[in-house]
């Protein structure tokens, strides 16, 4: 068995330092000794992307990753994104086109989602409804058959680009 590591990284824009066993995953770092309960375990292999947050930008299966592997980086969580307000838009777009159901694996889409736009904005570009699925091609959902899922994501891709949306029949607010 191997020794504990120190574990140093920021986690939802608090510096954390920890010890850890080697093998533990992020997925389970996060759950078990910090108490982020919304980073989901599903598979366990990657597959699902319940477990998706942000590490340094970027999207990553925290299931798939080791908690050393983040030592120095910055995560953020479902729970750091919706507590920042940086969701507010996303968040009440799945709520009003029920684009959720269960909600198991709405956190992982999300943080996607809010990756994705991010880049898109920062492009100039509106993505198609075919960009949507393909940015969300790694994430899982047994319940809402992505429709939903795909009109919230590209209603916030033109409110926040100032273009119409499309399903409201009405401009949208930025």
């Given at each position: 068995m191997s020794a504990p590591q120190l574990l140093s990284l920021t986690v939802n824009g608090t510096p954390v330092r920890h010890f850890v066993e080697p093998r533990l995953s992020l997925a389970d770092f996060l759950r078990g000794d910090l108490g982020l309960t919304g980073t989901h375990l599903g598979c366990?292999?990657?597959a699902c992307?319940?477990?998706?947050?942000?590490?340094?930008?970027r999207p990553v299966h925290a299931c798939l990753m080791l908690a050393v592997q983040a030592d120095?980086?910055?995560?953020?969580?479902?729970?750091?994104?919706?507590e920042a307000g940086t969701l507010a838009?996303?968040?009440?777009?799945f709520h009003s086109r029920n684009a959720l159901q269960c909600g198991f694996c709405t956190p992982?889409?999300?943080v996607v989602a809010q990756g994705c736009l991010g880049?898109?904005?920062?492009?100039?570009?509106?993505?198609?409804?075919?960009a949507i699925r393909d940015a969300l091609s790694g994430n899982y959902c047994r319940?809402?058959?992505?429709e939903a899922i795909v009109d919230a994501i590209e209603s916030v891709a033109r409110a926040r680009a100032?273009?119409?949306d499309p399903h409201s029949g009405r401009e949208a607010a930025i």
């Amino acid at each position: 068995m191997s020794a504990p590591q120190l574990l140093s990284l920021t986690v939802n824009g608090t510096p954390v330092r920890h010890f850890v066993e080697p093998r533990l995953s992020l997925a389970d770092f996060l759950r078990g000794d910090l108490g982020l309960t919304g980073t989901h375990l599903g598979c366990e292999t990657g597959a699902c992307g319940a477990c998706i947050v942000n590490l340094d930008g970027r999207p990553v299966h925290a299931c798939l990753m080791l908690a050393v592997q983040a030592d120095g980086l910055r995560v953020n969580t479902i729970e750091g994104l919706s507590e920042a307000g940086t969701l507010a838009d996303l968040q009440a777009a799945f709520h009003s086109r029920n684009a959720l159901q269960c909600g198991f694996c709405t956190p992982g889409i999300l943080v996607v989602a809010q990756g994705c736009l991010g880049e898109w904005a920062a492009s100039g570009t509106v993505p198609s409804r075919e960009a949507i699925r393909d940015a969300l091609s790694g994430n899982y959902c047994r319940c809402t058959g992505y429709e939903a899922i795909v009109d919230a994501i590209e209603s916030v891709a033109r409110a926040r680009a100032g273009r119409s949306d499309p399903h409201s029949g009405r401009e949208a607010a930025i």
